[in-house]
């Protein structure tokens, strides 16, 4: 698992996991990590890999590797990241943005559950998640085209294995999250959590991608300084 440290000299630990495609050289990506640095968080930013054959060897357990060594943490998770933070315990604040906890609506759990039973690992099932349209009107040309265009059958089960065997999300955990999302569940996400744990923005599936995400970090910066409670007073 890829990672990156920064603002060293930063007062408290941040750790952020990023989604499935997503890059430590993506601008957009950078972008929110810049933020975090200047709200004086020493920010480390951690890559999983794109195929993972084992969803707690390559997936939670570098991530829990990772969290051990640092004293006191806050913990961000997009997407396929906030399925992996739902398994890590000890965040002070845990702030989840888009998190994948289920396939959408429109992919029936029946196929899906065929599919992943083949376990092959040849790439043969077109992913469909690197459009403009569903990731952020801001998303560059070179971010897309990171995205992986097919996945396995293998990848299918170990994610579908990590969906059902979440844990319960934290009660004061906060999740910001678009209805427009054509990447992940909604329907998950509120079976998850409450509704006042919930922060809706306008926007593709990435906030740090979306037009108006200028409009929402404070209130993302918030979560992760004060968690629930001070996000219900923004």
């Not at 890559?47 to 006191?72: C, H, N, S, T």
């Not at 070179?142 to 992986?148: H, I, K, M, V």
């Amino acid at each position: 698992m890829e990672h990156r440290v920064t603002n060293e000299d930063g007062d408290e630990d941040l750790v952020w996991i990023l989604g499935w495609g997503n890059r430590l050289r993506h601008e957009n990506v950078q972008w929110l990590e810049g933020c975090f640095a200047d709200a004086g968080y020493r920010v480390h930013t951690l890559q999983i890999p794109d195929f993972p054959a084992d969803f707690y060897g390559e997936w939670v357990r570098p991530a829990k590797e990772y969290v051990a060594d640092l004293d006191d943490y806050r913990l961000v998770g997009h997407s396929t990241g906030g399925l992996i933070g739902a398994y890590l315990d000890g965040a002070e604040t845990t702030t989840y943005l888009s998190p994948w906890w289920g396939y959408t609506e429109d992919m029936s759990e029946g196929i899906l559950d065929l599919v992943g039973k083949l376990g092959i690992r040849h790439k043969l099932i077109p992913s469909g998640v690197s459009t403009r349209e569903a990731i952020g009107s801001l998303a560059t040309d070179s971010q897309l085209a990171d995205g992986p265009g097919n996945v396995s059958p293998r990848f299918i089960r170990e994610t579908r294995r990590g969906h059902r065997e979440r844990p319960p999300i934290d009660e004061d955990a906060v999740v910001f999250c678009t209805l427009q999302d054509q990447v992940v569940s909604t329907r998950a996400i509120g079976d998850a959590v409450t509704e006042s744990q919930v922060v809706l923005y306008d926007g593709g599936h990435e906030l740090f991608s979306s037009e108006r995400r200028e409009a929402y970090v404070d209130d993302v910066l918030a979560a992760v300084d004060g968690g629930l409670a001070a996000v219900e007073t923004v």
